[in-house]
């Protein structure tokens, strides 16, 4: 089985194609590709309210591309999610209207529980310890989405208007900032059993490969705070150059880290996973799950 899904984000479109092999033993999630796109929807919609004419088309032109990409891949279910941007414009639903006329595609703009659900497919099945709870952050350009668990549940799930582009933009977020803290200080309200955190993202990511680790490695919230200090210390044009980030990354990992950071600090956590996984990773887990249920079709 092959599956395609993309997700509409704020800062980027990312585009991710999968085999599916089945198993005596289960299910193995093979990825095909990955395409990110720097569309930056947020960059408007955060300070304007709205989607300009250009950056719509050119989220048009990308899902065009994203529709012949699973074509040649030969992909039999597709699946087009929108987050934190994408909720706030005042013309999404015009956008969606002009996706599907031009390509066929449905757009699902997914709210922030949503968001963090689909997130949490990526995790579940990571093998982890029974005597640690563990907090998931997937930190985007517009939002952060945080669902804490154990082996066993799922104890809370949020999503908060904290993200990269709105950080960049000067936003205000005093008041995101403690709804989340007053939340999580009552979720975690008579746990004795302690933290870690499970990072996602594209952010992350990259800053786990700039530490040095080793894939799966664990990162230490010193050595973050080290790679925040170095990142801060180097001019954008720097960045790009002497580390090879991306035009649209070399703005944004630095408002990330500080979002990490800023929640290891509050949390008293020291250790931080990186299953380097994202929202199009857990649409795919959710589609296999809902195609084997019932068998629908998306494409």
């Not at 930056?40 to 065009?64: D, I």
């Not at 904290?162 to 977020?173: D, E, P, S, V």
């Not at 594209?202 to 786990?208: A, P, Q, T, V």
């Not at 949390?267 to 994202?278: D, E, H, M, Q």
Request: aromatic share 8%; hydrophobic share 40%; with cysteine.
């Amino acid at each position: 089985m092959r599956l395609a899904a993309a997700d509409i984000g704020s800062n980027a479109v990312r585009f991710i194609f999968y085999n599916i092999y089945e198993t005596p033993e289960g299910p193995v999630f093979k990825k095909i590709s990955v395409v990110r796109l720097p569309v930056r929807l947020g960059e408007e919609v955060f300070n304007t309210g709205v989607v300009s004419e250009a950056k719509t088309e050119a989220l048009v032109k990308a899902l065009k591309a994203f529709r012949l990409m699973a074509e040649v891949h030969g992909c039999t279910h597709v699946r087009v999610m929108a987050t934190s941007a994408m909720r706030e414009a005042e013309n999404s639903l015009e956008i969606v209207q002009k996706v599907y006329y031009a390509t066929g595609l449905e757009v699902e703009i997914i709210d922030g529980r949503e968001e963090a659900r689909y997130l949490f497919a990526n995790v579940r099945d990571l093998k982890l310890s029974d005597k640690w709870d563990y907090l998931h952050v997937d930190v985007g350009g517009g939002s952060t989405e945080l669902t804490l668990f154990n082996k066993k549940n799922v104890l809370f799930s949020g999503s908060y208007n904290i993200g990269t582009l709105r950080m960049l933009g000067g936003k205000n977020l005093d008041k995101e900032w403690k709804s989340l803290f007053e939340d999580l200080k009552k979720a975690l309200r008579g746990r004795r059993t302690s933290l870690r955190i499970v990072g996602t993202g594209g952010n992350i990511n990259k800053l786990h490969r700039l530490s040095g680790l080793k894939e799966g490695e664990p990162m230490k919230r010193k050595l973050l705070e080290a790679i925040f200090k170095m990142l801060k210390s180097l001019s954008y044009e720097e960045r790009l150059v002497k580390l090879g980030l991306n035009h649209d990354r070399a703005d944004v990992i630095i408002p990330a880290a500080e979002i990490f950071i800023r929640l290891a600090k509050e949390l008293n956590v020291n250790t931080i996973l990186v299953p380097k996984l994202g929202l199009s990773d857990g649409i795919i887990h959710a589609m296999y799950e809902e195609i084997k249920r019932t068998g629908k079709d998306r494409f």
